[in-house]
């Protein structure tokens, strides 16, 4: 058995349904199982058959009665416990374990989680303040007395002034959330299993797959905007009043579509980094797998990104008091004539702020999109069973 935790080429395993006709581990099998197309271990050559259970076979007793008791049995026993190498049980995943074991990642390889996390957010938040110190242009100026056209004129400018300030800032959490995801994903792939990694082996892994998940990232990033903007086209180009009423209408309808795309592309990453797999072909396996689970995966998803906000509000609020008791100077000036020229002393301790938020907040949201995908593996393809035979557990070896 191959040692690393390589995950194969997607094969001829079912994708359709929720795991229909998927044997389980627990469950009566008929002896010719899925063919597994995530091999934790080499890639299965032909019909893979899962394995037996221990004492069973030519001359072992007749099992007892119980729980899936076959033709037989009569009873009820209690239904077996999952085996558990790693950070969560081998079997679908609920909600709760789905975040206990993103948590529980971050606990095991702490050393190399801090080490790539912090690192990354140290970096891009430096940049970040460079970037709003010496390169962005002066937002534009606004008169409080201001009326009519002179007022709409001023609001268009703001906006298109915040628009190219968030710019520069999007692109570096950008590249940062790149390659804190490629890492942490191999990260969580082996702590599954439970098997040590450090930050090099991590990164020498993950480091082939940059270019490609880039291409993914803005690929997803493109599809949104020309979304957005079909959805707005009608309203712009109609103008007046009535235009403005199709503005919001194509904006709602607009985003409704971008949100269910993301949703259903969501596992694209994973899929990539752990598959190895073209950006095209990631895609539709994200899409093969969320189907049919899609308000499950935007709950968990959404319950994420509000835990992911609390957490960065709890950090922000002492920061932002202490970074605005440090620099008066700069909020007085924000609070009368709107000017952001805030100075070093605001800038280095709302720095700090985001650098521990990220720290925490980004190995949070990739082990749940990995750890999700792994559990709609397990639930369609019964992945499950190619992991603990990837992790070493009894019974599970298929060598002769």
């Given at each position: 058995?191959?040692?690393?935790?390589g995950?194969?080429s997607?094969?001829?395993?079912?994708?359709?349904?929720?795991?229909?006709?998927?044997?389980?581990?627990?469950?009566?099998?008929?002896?010719?199982?899925?063919?597994?197309?995530?091999?934790?271990?080499?890639?299965?050559t032909?019909?893979?058959?899962?394995?037996?259970?221990?004492?069973?076979g030519?001359g072992?007793p007749?099992?007892?009665?119980?729980?899936g008791?076959?033709?037989?049995?009569?009873?009820?026993?209690q239904?077996?416990?999952?085996?558990k190498?790693?950070?969560?049980?081998?079997?679908?995943?609920g909600?709760?374990?789905?975040?206990?074991?993103?948590?529980?990642?971050?606990?095991?390889?702490?050393?190399t989680?801090?080490?790539?996390?912090?690192a990354?957010?140290v970096?891009?938040?430096?940049a970040t303040?460079?970037?709003?110190?010496?390169?962005?242009?002066?937002?534009?100026?606004?008169?409080?007395?201001?009326?009519?056209?002179?007022?709409l004129?001023?609001?268009?400018?703001?906006?298109?002034?915040?628009l190219v300030?968030?710019?520069?800032?999007?692109?570096?959490?950008?590249?940062?959330?790149?390659?804190?995801t490629?890492?942490?994903?191999?990260?969580?792939?082996?702590?599954?299993?439970?098997?040590?990694?450090?930050?090099?082996?991590a990164?020498?892994?993950a480091?082939?797959?940059?270019?490609?998940l880039?291409?993914?990232t803005?690929?997803?990033?493109?599809?949104?905007?020309?979304?957005?903007t079909v959805?707005?086209?009608?309203?712009?180009?109609?103008?007046?009043?009535?235009?403005a009423?199709?503005v919001v209408i194509?904006?709602?309808?607009?985003?409704?579509?971008?949100?269910?795309?993301?949703?259903?592309f969501c596992?694209?990453?994973?899929?990539?980094?752990?598959?190895?797999?073209?950006?095209?072909t990631?895609?539709?396996?994200?899409?093969k797998?969320?189907?049919?689970?899609?308000?499950?995966?935007f709950?968990?998803?959404?319950l994420?990104?509000?835990?992911?906000?609390?957490?960065?509000?709890?950090?922000?609020?002492?920061?932002?008091?202490?970074?605005?008791?440090?620099?008066?100077?700069?909020?007085?000036?924000?609070?009368?004539?709107?000017?952001?020229?805030?100075?070093?002393?605001?800038?280095?301790v709302?720095?700090?702020?985001?650098?521990?938020?990220?720290t925490?907040?980004?190995?949070?949201?990739?082990?749940?999109m990995?750890?999700?995908?792994?559990?709609?593996?397990?639930?369609?393809?019964?992945?499950?069973?190619?992991?603990?035979?990837?992790?070493?557990?009894?019974g599970?070896?298929?060598?002769?």
């Amino acid at each position: 058995m191959n040692d690393t935790p390589g995950w194969a080429s997607p094969g001829s395993a079912p994708s359709e349904g929720q795991g229909a006709g998927v044997p389980r581990p627990s469950e009566p099998i008929d002896g010719s199982g899925p063919a597994g197309n995530w091999s934790p271990t080499q890639p299965p050559t032909g019909q893979w058959s899962p394995p037996s259970a221990p004492g069973t076979g030519p001359g072992a007793p007749p099992p007892a009665p119980g729980w899936g008791g076959g033709p037989h049995g009569s009873g009820w026993r209690q239904p077996p416990v999952a085996a558990k190498p790693g950070v969560i049980p081998l079997r679908p995943l609920g909600v709760g374990e789905i975040l206990d074991g993103a948590v529980s990642t971050m606990r095991a390889h702490w050393r190399t989680v801090l080490g790539i996390t912090l690192a990354v957010s140290v970096i891009a938040q430096i940049a970040t303040i460079l970037v709003q110190r010496y390169l962005l242009p002066e937002p534009a100026a606004i008169d409080p007395n201001a009326t009519g056209s002179e007022a709409l004129r001023q609001s268009a400018d703001t906006a298109q002034s915040a628009l190219v300030n968030s710019v520069p800032s999007l692109l570096i959490t950008m590249i940062a959330t790149l390659i804190t995801t490629s890492v942490l994903t191999v990260v969580i792939s082996r702590s599954v299993l439970g098997r040590p990694v450090t930050l090099s082996d991590a990164w020498a892994e993950a480091r082939p797959r940059l270019a490609q998940l880039l291409g993914l990232t803005l690929l997803l990033a493109l599809i949104s905007a020309a979304i957005l903007t079909v959805g707005l086209l009608p309203g712009m180009l109609v103008g007046s009043a009535a235009g403005a009423g199709l503005v919001v209408i194509g904006l709602m309808a607009a985003f409704v579509v971008v949100i269910w795309l993301m949703v259903r592309f969501c596992l694209a990453a994973p899929a990539l980094m752990l598959e190895r797999q073209s950006i095209t072909t990631s895609m539709r396996r994200s899409a093969k797998l969320v189907r049919g689970a899609w308000w499950r995966t935007f709950g968990i998803l959404a319950l994420t990104w509000l835990l992911t906000l609390i957490v960065s509000v709890i950090i922000a609020i002492p920061f932002s008091v202490i970074a605005m008791a440090m620099d008066g100077g700069g909020i007085g000036s924000f609070l009368t004539d709107g000017s952001t020229d805030f100075g070093w002393p605001f800038l280095i301790v709302s720095g700090i702020g985001q650098v521990i938020t990220a720290t925490i907040t980004y190995p949070l949201s990739a082990g749940v999109m990995a750890l999700l995908y792994i559990d709609q593996r397990i639930r369609r393809e019964a992945l499950d069973l190619e992991l603990a035979r990837a992790a070493g557990l009894p019974g599970y070896d298929t060598r002769s």
